[in-house]
């Protein structure tokens, strides 16, 4: 799609309810009083979910992981973001994620089990242990339902916050959205994004390439 083609949609009623159920899901998460903070990969859902929340909060914290194979794109935005004057804590994991490759494999050779394990102990364990060790009790994170099956049966309860085995409260306050509805208020509101996704080729647009990793 064209710039146009998103400026169109962001007039549509099915995207002003989005947008609406997204304004909903972070005040009715901030009306529970728990301490939020924002999970921030540096991809174009993060960055619109920040966005808005930043309308509500602007002094949250947001915590990105240093997973050490962020492309050099997301590298670069992350960095713009920091200049913004953004409450931005950078979280070094603590394991060398080239060990991880020797150890269970390259990423297309892993089976789903192995990848869930690699995920875990790359970013799930280390985004839990620095919540906890700074006492945060809520968080909101980009996860859309279109994304994959799995994730849609998790936004199902996630748009208006799910508690965790660790207390804390998830909130997805973009998981009715499509890739459509976040790049209409991407070009909508001018906003700056990853140039990642100006990287269309073999079959990829903005709207289905993804925020991955250089390996």
């Not at 050490?68 to 409450?87: M, Q, R, V, W």
């Not at 494999?105 to 869930?116: D, E, F, I, M």
């Not at 916050?161 to 207390?167: A, E, N, T, W």
Request: net charge positive; charged share 25%; glycine share 6%.
């Amino acid at each position: 799609m064209n710039h146009m083609q998103w400026k169109l949609h962001a007039r549509s009623d099915i995207y002003k309810t989005h947008l609406e159920s997204a304004h909903r899901s972070i005040r009715k998460a901030i009306d529970t009083g728990r301490k939020f903070y924002v999970s921030f990969s540096g991809g174009k859902d993060s960055s619109v979910m920040l966005r808005l929340i930043l309308g509500y909060l602007p002094d949250i914290t947001v915590m990105h992981i240093k997973s050490g194979y962020a492309l050099p794109d997301t590298t670069e935005y992350i960095e713009l973001i920091k200049k913004k004057a953004i409450n931005l804590i950078e979280v070094d994991v603590p394991v060398d994620y080239l060990e991880l490759c020797r150890e269970f494999g390259l990423p297309h050779l892993r089976s789903k089990l192995t990848q869930k394990k690699v995920v875990k102990l790359l970013k799930k364990d280390t985004a839990s242990q620095w919540a906890e060790n700074q006492d945060f009790t809520g968080l909101f994170w980009g996860l859309r339902a279109e994304e994959s099956i799995g994730r849609k049966a998790l936004c199902r309860c996630c748009l208006n916050g799910v508690i965790d085995r660790h207390g804390v409260l998830r909130v997805a306050p973009l998981a009715t959205w499509t890739a459509k509805d976040v790049w209409a208020y991407i070009v909508s509101e001018g906003m700056e994004y990853n140039h990642l996704y100006d990287k269309e080729n073999c079959g990829y647009t903005r709207e289905t390439l993804r925020n991955t990793g250089w390996l």
